[in-house]
């Protein structure tokens, strides 16, 4: 595979707004890249749920960049990594994963990555590993071996534990251990540079000492801004704690999540998750500044990044659906049917049913709250039953035709 050193292209890629820092520095990467060795480079990503957002599309579109010019792109799924649990950022210890959870939430990664990433390329496809291969093998000797190497004062000085201190909450021992398996990942994998949000340089920089004590070489530690609301450092997107955009939603679910997203995160949105050039997005920046321009730049955010994941066409028909439901009050294009016998037919029964609320508690929760509407009438009553042919709609965007 021919490497492009073009300074240009390399300029481009090592300036990129989807770098927050590059360790050791810019420029000692810049004169990597130029020198036209190929690099290993990946991104990992513990399987906590079934999907991929856009939080950790920032990520994805840099390795893009390095893909083009020719490097060794691996997205890591972290099978091993995901029994133990990531505290960063947590100021409680997350909850352990079965291997049957772990295997069901990683079976879409590559889908979903694949959708910035190419892994069907003829000449320099990007790869999926999985760090059981090399974690499951090794010895306690060898942790100790490497757990030998830290202290604790170094990771009990993350902010997450010195604010579980702080509350009194506890910190188990399997948490200390977790930075060092996955920077172990970086022997693994045999990696040159390692791609991850800025809540992630912690574990990569631990990977970076244990690739010095264990190959003699140098690793890269590339950051990338986290999707911050612009006025908060709120995260948008958490896996964990759900509330995202998912790369594999709809592309009507997707345009309909974007444009519900609060203000303060457009700017940052078309800056992390779109490839919209950035004298673009200074006019947009202007734009919202105006209150009357807010919804026209969160449309386009809307219709960029479904057109970026469904392609063109579909973001222009999520777009006129979405005008149709939600600005002219219509039913949408198409409905989902869902057949009922004659005694399930109460509203409660329905919602569950058919998979708008998750129990009866959280049904009676929406109707309480008039989220449910039945042939745009709003229901408030849990006994009200449906009809043959009834259209009930759940939340904002969710809407079923009953058949009996």
């Not at 352990?96 to 000449?123: H, M, R």
């Not at 995202?244 to 995160?265: C, E, H, Q, R, W």
Request: aromatic fraction near 8%.
């Amino acid at each position: 595979m021919k490497i492009v050193t073009n300074p240009l292209k390399v300029d481009e890629v090592v300036n990129s707004r989807f770098i927050e820092k590059i360790y050791p520095s810019r420029a000692v990467f810049r004169e990597t890249l130029l020198a036209g060795k190929r690099l290993t480079i990946y991104h990992g990503v513990d399987p906590t749920s079934p999907d991929l957002h856009l939080g950790h599309s920032t990520n994805y579109l840099f390795l893009k960049m390095l893909q083009d010019l020719g490097h060794r792109i691996v997205l890591l799924i972290g099978d091993f990594t995901a029994r133990v649990g990531d505290p960063s950022g947590r100021l409680s210890a997350r909850k352990s994963l079965t291997e049957k959870e772990i295997l069901k939430n990683s079976k879409y990664y590559k889908e979903q990555a694949g959708k910035v990433l190419d892994f069907k390329s003829k000449t320099n496809p990007a790869e999926v590993a999985f760090n059981s291969k090399w974690l499951e093998e090794l010895k306690f000797g060898e942790i100790l071996r490497l757990m030998s190497h830290f202290t604790l004062a170094q990771v009990i000085e993350r902010d997450m534990f010195q604010e579980r201190i702080k509350k009194n909450k506890p910190i188990y021992l399997h948490e200390f251990i977790y930075p060092l398996l996955q920077g172990y990942d970086s022997v693994g994998l045999d990696t040159d540079a390692e791609v991850g949000g800025t809540d992630q340089t912690f574990n990569m920089l631990v990977g970076r000492e244990i690739v010095k004590l264990y190959e003699g070489k140098e690793k890269f530690v590339i950051t990338t801004p986290l999707l911050v609301s612009a006025d908060s450092d709120k995260k948008l997107m958490s896996k964990s704690e759900g509330g995202y955009v998912g790369l594999n939603d709809s592309p009507g679910d997707m345009f309909g999540k974007v444009m519900a997203i609060p203000d303060t995160y457009v700017i940052p949105c078309f800056t992390l998750c779109t490839r919209v050039p950035d004298t673009e997005i200074k006019k947009i920046r202007t734009l919202v500044k105006k209150s009357e321009g807010r919804r026209d730049a969160k449309a386009q955010l809307a219709y960029e990044i479904v057109k970026l994941y469904h392609g063109e066409s579909a973001a222009e028909k999520a777009g006129r659906e979405f005008n149709k439901v939600f600005q002219r009050k219509e039913q949408p294009s198409k409905i989902r049917t869902v057949k009922l016998e004659k005694l399930d037919t109460d509203i409660v029964g329905v919602l569950v049913k058919s998979g708008l609320a998750s129990s009866k508690s959280g049904a009676h929760r929406l109707i309480k709250q008039g989220g449910v509407k039945i042939n745009n009438r709003k229901i408030l009553e849990p006994k009200t039953l449906v009809n043959d042919g009834d259209v009930v709609k759940a939340g904002k965007r969710h809407f079923i035709r009953i058949a009996i």
